[in-house]
């Protein structure tokens, strides 16, 4: 018997109704370590095991002291109680405001199975009740995906399949990677996975021969193993690198002309601005010097050895996620057109590898079971890093790719699925957002930040309580989550959860459709078999893939090309620009005429940055990284997030120069501040890191010191309370987490007990 996590397909081990242990699936060559967290997390005392209803909302209803959310008790209520205050709620503000007043966009990744997808879930039952305002993109990738739409046309250089390995090992002589390939995220994949291949693929390259340059602030992003050449910049300035290489190879001779009039469009305009006829200022290699403190030299030899040899770009999705971030994507895809080797094989660029698991991996396009989430009837929505504008400024203009939008006036957050409060940037700026809607209703199966800020509480089952399916885009298999467990306490599925209310509001038949789990998952499963008998993919029946427990998809024969096709024939083949070609210079979006994305690549100082007058006051860039011990904030509780805490801090990776500075030494407790807060964490003195620069990973569950207080200090070292909340820029509208100036210190007073996992409820 099987089941499956975002981080890996296991055998759950249950003794005496408790699970005990995760084994790894035996298929899998290289399982993720965050596998051991799930039997502590699982029984862990941070379970929402009942309904619960905040203190002052039970006692003067929906509205009553917002600004309690966060410092306020929880009282628990039975199962019909909570179903109908929500419905009520649901109800009255529909009634009143309509339906465009709940916002329902609930990101977040949830579990990995298709059926108890929450999102899916959630959107589903606001569909039936007439709509909700939505959100579009992701945290992850808004500025890249926005602007890949644009200047190639389609957004699988991000999503996958790319270039495999197998085809870089083969072809390639030169990697380089902008923000490594740190193995930490590839223990990843959204939907879960049954094969961890990126270790095996990095492997194979190096023993092929391929050499490897890691373009990063951190020199542990790129595993030991690959001997990586270093070149550390300065955080946020790889646009600028990005054009002194291709100024060198413009001056040098070294760009592929014919490649760049047959497949690409307004290379000229472009090479006008990076020669500097436009604006006076040529972008050399010495100018990128100056930007991202690399060497000159370094800059014009790594131009040449890529002009030289087939390379392969690799650029993660971190870049992407600071202030003006659809640059370095644009500018990256310019450098790869530049070089004239997009869809040979081996060469040209993916973004993403080291950020996800199997983005180069090789496999067939298989189909997946999915929940039909039906149509929503309501317009409005927001780019999903949005929130706090949204719910700070109601009926606010804002832009987006083009279009001029107002932000709704909001009255009910529905949250299922995610946790805002890890998410979002600037978490004491959500704290007085988060303040203005009369109702937040959270599904959640551990009391999170987000749950301790709702009005009502309702306890999600976990996977290893339901019965799923669990498959992705990005893996080989598709597995059987069986049931292991009975629900802890009360927990109800979400689809339970959205049946009972359902039902309550006249709309079950429409939500559940008179199906229960076990028949759903048989109509979404044989759903997939039919798609799948029609690529020529024969498949078990569903009573025999739930005895199987898994169906492999076989690997594809020959590895994959990105735009292999394209290449070969750009006419028949065209790129879904308005050109067909790719669009260096965009005439779309240089007439939206916004100053922050401007027609071509551009480098455009971000306003928080080493290179900005803030940098006198707070002279340490804070990168906030993928976690290596969990999942954002899930698992935080686990006994591997737990084992990685120092002083019961989250780390803070520190460069000793830096630190002697400070007077700080290696497992102090150190004070992390700027002027939108502070929080507490521990050090961790390394040379991996440049100076200048500070790592602490996102995921420690938010726990102020004053709950509920904007400002308080963060006990535990949720590296959002010292983000800012800007959009990348009018296009893209994505969060820009990386371009953070803090200062560290010392932390001389008492030091206070995190209490982040205690539940807050009176007993
Ligand atoms: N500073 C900074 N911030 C960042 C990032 C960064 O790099 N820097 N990265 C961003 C990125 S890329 C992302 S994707 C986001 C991730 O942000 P989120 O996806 O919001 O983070 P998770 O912790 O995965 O939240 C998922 C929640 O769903 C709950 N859950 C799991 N299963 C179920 C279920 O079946 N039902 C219900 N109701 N709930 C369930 C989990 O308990 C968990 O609390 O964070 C973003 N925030
Ligand atoms: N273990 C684990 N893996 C995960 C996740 C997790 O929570 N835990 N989350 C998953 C999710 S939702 C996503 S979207 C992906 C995100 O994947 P990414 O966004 O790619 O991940 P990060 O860890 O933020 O960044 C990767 C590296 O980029 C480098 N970097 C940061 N800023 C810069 C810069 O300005 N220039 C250069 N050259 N390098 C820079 C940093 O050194 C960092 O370690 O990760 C996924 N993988
Ligand atoms: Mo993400």
Known sequence: MLSSSHWGIFRPIVRDGRLVAAEPFAADPDPSQLLQSIPSAIHHKSRVLRPAVRKSWLESGPGAHPERRGSDRYVEVDWDQALDLVAGELKRVVTGFGNQAIYGGSYGWASAGRFHHAKSQVRRFLNVLGGFTDSVDTYSNAAGTVIARRILGTIQAIDGPGTSWSSIAANAGLVVMFGGMPLRNTQITVGGLGEHTSRDGLEKAKAAGVAFVNVCPIRDDAAAFLDAEWLAPRPGSDTAIMLGLIHTLISEGLHDREFLASHATGFERFADYVMGVTDGVPKTAQWASGLSELPAEAICALARRMAATR???????????????????????????ALGQLGLPGGGLGFGYGSLEGLGGQRRAAPRPTFPTLRNPVEAFIPVARIADMLL???????????????PDIRLVYWCGGNPFHHHQDLNRLIAAWRRPEAVIVHETWWTATARHADVVLPASSPLERDDIGASSLDRFMVAMRKAIEPLGEARSDFAIFGGLAERLGLGAAFHEGRGEGEWLRLMYQGARERAAQADMQWPDFDAFWDQGFVEIPAAEKPYVLFEAFRKDPALHRLGTPSGHIEIVSEAIAGFAYEDCLGHPTWMAPREWLGSPLAARFPLHLLTTQPATRLHGQMDMGTVSQASKVAGREPMRINPADAAARGVGDGDIVRVFNDRGAILAGAVLTDSIRPGVIQIATGAWYDPETPGEIGSLDKHGNPNVLTPDRGTSKLAQGPSAQNTLVEVARFEGAVPRVSAFDPPIDS
């Open 393 to 407: 400024s109601p009926g606010a203009p804002f832009q987006y790719d083009g279009r001029d939008l107002a932000y």
């Open 311 to 337: 390379t392969f770009l690799v650029v993660n999705w971190s870049l992407q996620r600071s202030e003006h971030g659809e640059q370095p994507f644009w500018a990256a895809i310019a450098l790869a057109a």
